[in-house]
């Protein structure tokens, strides 16, 4: 049995199955694999949720009665690799047929093995999408009915279409401590390496040692610490109120060794995640354990800056978390405005008058963000617009919000405000 077919299998089964996160199950499975098939096993476990409504849409012309469960996951894994994937047609169609003696099935083998086939003669030419275009940018991209939906009425039909077609490129952000170049970089790591748009930043193609001279972060990430260490200034007082892996409160804390860092979660093993990362960097993070929803009388007026980098759809992280489109619902949407809103109304009155609230997601979806923002300035007049100092990123530089996209920024989809307390 082909063991890169395999793992991506159970990879996948977990993901479809049990709604594991993509990336934690991947790097659970790549932890005793062979070299030569990690990549191939990346590319199909990331490659099929994230072509999953086209995928399906394909196999439809081909089946009088959609299958279900795990026969499905194999003829979507079969699909992706004879459309995507330069590999031998008769390598793909054998080697799931063989995949799917896992079902016990000997009908089901027969079944897997003729459907590939079938598909297999004309998926070069398959051009059978909806003509209408909302259910065709759906279905051609991937990308739930109600989501484009949305995005159309936020931005209207061409901005749409180039949010949902965009696909980033494999290679890492990462971030390191000591000033160096990018040839030093592919020298001492044997990887390729480009400089990216933020200073410390670079582009990285290869993998990177875990230890506290460099550490994977994405340039948004990497962005809103930036600005909220800027807006900070040295001994001040900053607080990341949904501040779980912990990349933004470790990256103000070594931006600015001398201010004071308090990073909060409200579960407990995320807050251990904190604990970790800034013990693998080197600096003293002040972490507890609190939903940011409820009071603290102590906090009152405290902090110089407040980050409320609030839950969200993550609809701007598509290209790195695929599962999403797989699992999150447009019902979904009003209870994380609720959640959302709960938070940075709450952690408004953490804020010393004069200091900056500053409120981001990682997503695009107007309800999320601008919708939020300006209900909360009707019901703060205590607030107003700031700006953000960003001055790497000329397009939102000085500007009081912006959405990134990564189609035109070269960012994940996140947005962030700088929201001033002017009493």
Not at 13 to 32: G, K, M, Q
Not at 56 to 70: F, G
Not at 100 to 129: E, P, Q
């Amino acid at each position: 049995m082909n063991n890169a077919f395999l793992k991506s299998y159970r990879v996948l089964h977990d993901i479809y199955a049990n709604r594991a996160f993509s990336a934690i199950a991947l790097n659970r499975e790549l932890s005793d694999c062979k070299k030569s098939d990690r990549a191939l096993i990346t590319k199909i476990v990331y490659g099929v949720p994230d072509n999953d409504i086209r995928l399906e849409h394909i196999l439809s012309a081909y089946v009088h009665k959609m299958p279900k469960d795990d026969v499905l996951l194999f003829l979507k894994m079969g699909i992706y690799c004879l459309d995507s994937l330069s590999l031998p047609v008769y390598t793909v169609v054998n080697d799931i047929a063989e995949l799917s003696k896992l079902s016990g099935d000997i009908r089901t083998v027969g079944f897997v093995n003729a459907t590939l086939k079938n598909i297999s003669r004309h998926i070069a030419d398959f051009d059978n999408y909806p003509t209408e275009p909302i259910a065709r940018l759906s279905v051609v991209y991937s990308y739930p009915e109600w989501a484009v939906r949305k995005l159309v009425k936020d931005y209207g039909m061409d901005v749409a279409e180039q949010i949902v077609s965009f696909r980033s490129d494999t290679r890492t952000t990462a971030r390191f401590v000591e000033k160096c170049t990018a040839q030093d970089i592919s020298a001492r790591y044997g990887v390729e390496a480009e400089a990216a748009p933020l200073d410390g930043a670079f582009y990285i193609k290869g993998a990177l040692p875990q230890d506290d001279s460099c550490t994977v972060q994405s340039l948004s990430s990497m962005a809103i610490a930036r600005v909220c260490a800027r807006l900070t200034g040295e001994r001040g007082s900053f607080l990341d109120c949904c501040a779980a892996p912990g990349g933004k409160s470790v990256y103000v804390k070594q931006l600015l060794p001398d201010t004071s860092v308090t990073a909060c979660d409200i579960h407990p093993h995320r807050v251990a995640l904190i604990d970790s990362y800034a013990e693998r960097m080197h600096v003293d993070v002040r972490t507890l354990c609190r939903d940011m929803t409820e009071p603290c009388e102590q906090w009152q007026e405290k902090f110089d800056t407040v980050l409320c980098d609030v839950p969200c759809s993550g609809y701007g992280v598509v290209d790195s978390r695929p599962d999403i489109k797989l699992f999150r619902e447009n019902k979904d949407i009003s209870e994380l405005m609720k959640k959302q809103y709960a938070i940075l109304d709450n952690c408004a009155r953490f804020v010393k008058p004069g200091g900056a609230l500053v409120y981001s997601t990682c997503t695009v979806f107007d309800n999320e963000n601008g919708q939020n923002v300006r209900k909360f300035l009707k019901q703060h007049p205590e607030y107003t617009y700031g700006e953000l100092p960003l001055r790497e990123v000329p397009q939102a530089d000085g500007k009081g919000c912006y959405q990134f996209l990564p189609y035109k920024d070269g960012m994940q989809g996140f947005f962030v405000a700088v929201l001033r307390r002017i009493r």
